[in-house]
């Protein structure tokens, strides 16, 4: 048996917690049997995102006569684009091995690895051995993988998931999504965007129903210049015929007006979500509890159920976002090699959706503040008000701020430009209890799009004195 200081399973986010471990002079081991950094590398967030910026390059070429340039799509390489990408971050995930290998106090063992005991963990190795490892601490950090929902005749049927989506040698001349959630718009704006038929099915009445509403209500909107949406409706069953896969989607409410409609496509994606990877651990060996999502239960440390035993990132199934875990892994760092005894807090957690128009949250949606009986104020910007929004024809961006009537920040939701970024100043001010005035006082540059922020801030703020712009009442530029 091979004995550690520390023992994570899984070498995304949680290889930094062996890594610190390691710069501290412990024994550490991480335990990972697919490429190292985890899903967001090499089967989410950085490809999917390359793909969507070339989808964002293939649009702007189209619109180019809107803005009085002369310009033509005469193509997309789509393999040679895919190609490209794949060989991009999977030498990122080799460097990243390479730096794990090369590090002191750290081994890296390259296989799946399984409870026996609350410590002690069989590991099937790649290369067709085994080893023993047992570890004085352990972090769980194992993520989560797409999910393959029950629907009649999928099991007879051949389908993408997000995975699989992300690297195909041929574009799909027509394509049928089942899933609204941001994976499913994504993909779906992206495989449209480089010139596939895309029909998107959705649960919910709108898209991303996550997100505020008025961010959902854009959203679908946007798609269904891309797309056809089918929002309202559910995967009810699966067939096939001579040229793909036959989609019958029924309405997903009983009381929902319309018919069933059967949806035609070369191929199928699945895109309905993802469930932790748990059931890979054999947790029944240990005390760590898992809730009814077989997501791994954590106190506000991190620390599962069984002392000594830590967890983060989609297992943990508070935040799925790459950013998130590493978060969660700076924390869990100072509380297990420095005992700080530090909380997680996602009040300030933003996330991204990278469809056109983008869109960025933080903080708290206006349903859930009516639905817990908030008080609070709010307004909505659009980007036009910003010279630089009016002059992109920006016109379906805004921003909109939620706030308490003291000034404090309870969400911002933007959609637009460079969304992912404007969203990081709101990030900022709410992570230091900041209030509305903290991002309307401070000068923003001119004219940019931040101005928008500034003015959606401002509008709420306290001061008596403004120069907010506000080109509303200029035409197109």
Not at 374 to 389: C, I, K
Not at 427 to 437: H, K
Request: aromatic share 6%.
């Amino acid at each position: 048996m091979d004995e550690y200081d520390l023992v994570v399973i899984g070498g995304g986010s949680g290889s930094q917690v062996a890594t610190a471990a390691a710069e501290r002079g412990l024994e550490a081991a991480v335990i990972e049997r697919g490429p190292l950094g985890g899903a967001c590398i090499t089967r989410g967030c950085v490809p999917s995102k390359a793909l969507i910026h070339r989808a964002d390059i293939a649009e702007s070429a189209r619109r180019a006569e809107s803005f009085g340039v002369d310009a033509a799509l005469e193509g997309i390489d789509y393999g040679e684009m895919t190609a490209a990408i794949h060989d991009t971050v999977y030498e990122k995930a080799d460097r990243q091995e390479a730096s794990l290998e090369d590090a002191e106090n750290v081994a890296l063992y390259r296989g799946e690895g399984r409870f026996v005991d609350e410590r002690t963990l069989e590991v099937d190795l790649n290369d067709g051995g085994d080893a023993e490892v047992r570890g004085d601490d352990v972090v769980l950090a194992v993520g989560s993988r797409p999910i393959v929902p029950p629907i009649d005749g999928l099991e007879d049927a051949d389908f993408l998931t997000s995975d699989d989506a992300l690297f195909l040698d041929e574009r799909p001349d027509s394509l049928v999504v089942v899933g609204g959630g941001y994976i499913g718009a994504e993909l779906g704006y992206f495989f449209a965007a480089v010139g596939t038929d895309v029909s998107i099915v959705g649960r919910s009445e709108r898209l991303v129903p996550r997100e505020d509403e008025a961010v959902g209500e854009v959203v679908t909107e946007s798609l269904e210049r891309y797309c056809d949406v089918y929002t309202g409706y559910e995967a009810a069953e699966i067939g096939e015929n001579d040229s793909g896969v036959v989609v019958t989607a029924e309405p997903s409410e009983d009381d929902t007006d319309g018919d069933g409609v059967d949806l035609e496509a070369d191929d199928l994606l699945l895109a309905t979500g993802r469930r932790p990877n748990t059931d890979t651990l054999n947790l029944e060996a240990t005390g760590v509890e898992t809730d009814d999502g077989e997501y791994v239960v954590v106190d506000d440390r991190l620390e599962t159920s069984c002392d000594g035993v830590w967890a983060l990132g989609d297992i943990v199934g508070e935040q799925p976002f790459k950013h998130a875990a590493d978060y969660e892994a700076k924390t869990v760092s100072a509380n297990l090699l420095e005992d700080a005894d530090r909380a997680v807090d996602y009040g300030a957690m933003p996330h991204a959706v990278f469809t056109e128009p983008q869109v960025a949250s933080v903080g708290r949606t206006e349903g859930e503040l009516e639905d817990d009986g908030r008080e609070y104020e709010s307004t909505t910007v659009p980007f036009d008000a910003a010279p630089l929004g009016m002059i992109m024809n920006a016109d379906d961006g805004f921003v909109k701020v939620l706030a308490a009537p003291d000034g404090e920040i309870l969400g911002c939701h933007i959609v637009g430009p460079q969304a992912s970024t404007l969203i990081q100043e709101i990030v900022t001010a709410m992570d230091g209890g900041g209030t509305v005035d903290d991002v309307a006082e401070p000068v923003h540059v001119h004219p940019a799009l931040s101005e928008v922020v500034y003015a959606a801030f401002d509008d709420l703020s306290s001061s008596e004195f403004s120069t907010a712009p506000d080109w509303r009442d200029v035409g197109d530029g």
